[in-house]
């Protein structure tokens, strides 16, 4: 499999507070690679420095081998990395259609109004309420109006964060889903869960983390079979690091 995300000694941070320290590894192609860790662990700081959030102080990242440190969150949509950060980012007041078509206001109008339809066949229930006002749509409606807005972009990558806040079994199931559709056609996804059992299964790859570094990176069906999963999630690694594999 072909390298989608490469982190090469990825130094970032607030000031002089630094949360990923010499961060390594790498995610595949199509692939979904579950970011795993206790609280301060640095994983929410991942997704935010591959989207421009955070400028990384030493280090590189590349996608398909091409720099995009430092780049702007312009330039990366552009590139095709789509980002749904964690909790409600919608416009309450706004109809759904309205929230889709701010959504792809990088792409133009013409073009929005053109992929509004493809996308919404990914969401029956969202495509029914398309006059209501984002704001009276149920938790797990809103999450798949905050994901069809970043499927507008039609992205390489999707980074997702904590996308089962707040929402129902059956509504996390139907996102981890439709995660895996997406996947499985092409699309990387980069996503940081705390339902860890969960999103194992849907998963390729597990990486683990601890202090902003790298401590375990397996397949997830292995992960999923390790009896010190709890451990590893809840209680910081404590491991011995291993090389990164893809």
Do not use: W
Not at 37 to 58: D, H, I, M
Not at 98 to 120: A, F, S, W, Y
Not at 152 to 170: N, Y
């Amino acid at each position: 499999m072909t390298t989608c995300i490469e982190f090469d000694d990825v130094v970032a941070g607030y000031k002089d507070f630094m949360i990923l320290n010499n961060l390594s590894f790498k995610a595949a192609t199509g692939s979904i690679t579950l970011l795993l860790g206790p609280n301060g662990a640095g994983k929410s700081t991942v997704l935010k420095t591959l989207f421009g959030l955070l400028k990384p102080r030493q280090g590189r990242i590349l996608l398909d081998g091409q720099s995009v440190a430092g780049a702007t969150q312009k330039e990366l949509l552009a590139k095709g990395i789509a980002f749904v950060p964690q909790g409600r980012n919608l416009f309450g007041q706004l109809s759904v259609y309205q929230n889709l078509e701010l959504g792809g206001i990088t792409l133009g109008m013409k073009t929005t109004h053109e992929r509004i339809p493809e996308v919404l066949e990914f969401f029956p229930r969202v495509k029914q309420r398309m006059n209501s006002m984002a704001s009276a749509l149920s938790g797990g409606e809103q999450k798949q109006l905050e994901i069809g807005r970043a499927l507008l972009l039609r992205p390489k990558v999707i980074l997702i964060d904590e996308p089962s806040i707040g929402l129902s079994p059956l509504v996390v199931q139907d996102v981890f889903r439709l995660l895996r559709k997406l996947a499985d056609q092409g699309t990387t996804v980069l996503m940081v869960e705390q339902n860890v059992k969960s999103a194992l299964k849907i998963s390729d790859e597990a990486i683990a983390l601890e202090s902003g570094r790298l401590v375990l990176q397996k397949p997830a069906s292995e992960l999923l079979a390790d009896p010190n999963i709890e451990r590893l999630f809840l209680g910081g690694a404590h491991a011995t690091p291993v090389a990164a594999t893809v």
